[in-house]
Nanobody, 119 residues
Framework: VQLQASGGGLVQAGGSLRLSCAAS?????????MGWFRQAPGKEREIVAR????????YYADSVKGRFTISRGDAKNTVHLQMNSLIPEDTAVYYC????????????WGQGTLVTVSS
């Protein structure tokens, strides 16, 4: 499984960015859970948003609720993260992730895309 993330960049506080991730390497990704994590400098990687219960529900970290929206493409091999009202604390490398067995199976990671929010 390969995950290719894109859409990061530099944005001013209050602005928006949309991250996208495309998965490849399997004939179908309908049984994969997908989501986004991030890692800020000097901090551990943390969950941002993800689909759970095999895509039936979504989970958001408290720090991004109401500002970020995760969505998935019709083909089920793409996942997006719409980030609005960005704040400097959102600055991090954002990683796309995929998992089998509703996050209890093997983890697959994308290469990461840098988001920098200036004050």
């Amino acid at each position: 499984v390969q995950l290719q993330a894109s859409g990061g960049g530099l944005v001013q506080a209050g602005g928006s960015l949309r991250l996208s991730c495309a998965a490849s390497g399997r004939s179908s990704f309908s049984r994969f859970s997908m989501g986004w994590f991030r890692q800020a400098p000097g901090k551990e990687r943390e969950i941002v948003a993800r689909f759970t219960d095999f895509g039936r529900t979504t989970y958001y970290a408290d720090s991004v609720k109401g500002r970020f929206t995760i969505s998935r493409g019709d083909a089920k091999n793409t996942v997006h993260l719409q980030m609005n009202s960005l704040i400097p604390e959102d600055t991090a490398v954002y990683y796309c992730a995929a998992n089998t067995a509703d996050w209890r199976g093997r983890m697959y990671w994308g290469q990461g895309t840098l988001v920098t929010v200036s004050s």
